[in-house]
């Protein structure tokens, strides 16, 4: 079992970046696929970015394509969620997810193992 644990999260003006982190432990990382979700009060959650076991695949939502990165250092247990341009609409409370030997999934089902989210507000 692996277990997570997001950081990053603040207030930002809008035009604004900043950088999640999603810290693994308990397993080994490297052959966890990694998942981004957020949820917005009074929404359901919404799949964000996705990134293969190995790497080599990456999923974007249409909304952060060109403005959100999805990335991992498996030396440090570690996946990223770099966020530029930030929006208002941006703000939600963000969650962290992995599965083992997954692939860049969407769906909340494909991934097992979650975070307990970290807040991101952008100020218009």
């Known amino acids: 079992q692996v277990q997570l644990e997001e950081s990053g999260g603040g207030l930002v003006q809008a035009g604004g970046s900043l950088r999640l982190s999603c810290a693994a432990s308990g397993r080994t990382f490297s052959t966890y696929a990694t998942g981004w979700f957020r949820q917005a009060p009074g929404k359901e959650r919404e799949f964000v970015a996705g990134i293969s076991w190995n790497g080599r695949s990456t999923n974007y939502a249409d909304s952060v394509k060109g403005r959100f990165t999805i990335s991992r250092d498996n030396a440090k247990n570690t996946a990223f969620l770099e966020m530029n341009s930030l929006k208002p609409e941006d703000t939600a409370v963000y969650y962290c997810?992995?599965?083992?030997?997954?692939?860049?999934?969407?769906?909340?089902?494909?991934?097992?193992?979650w975070g307990q989210g970290t807040q991101v507000t952008v100020s218009s």
């Open positions: 997810a992995a599965q083992n030997y997954g692939g860049a999934a969407y769906r909340e089902q494909d991934y097992a193992y």
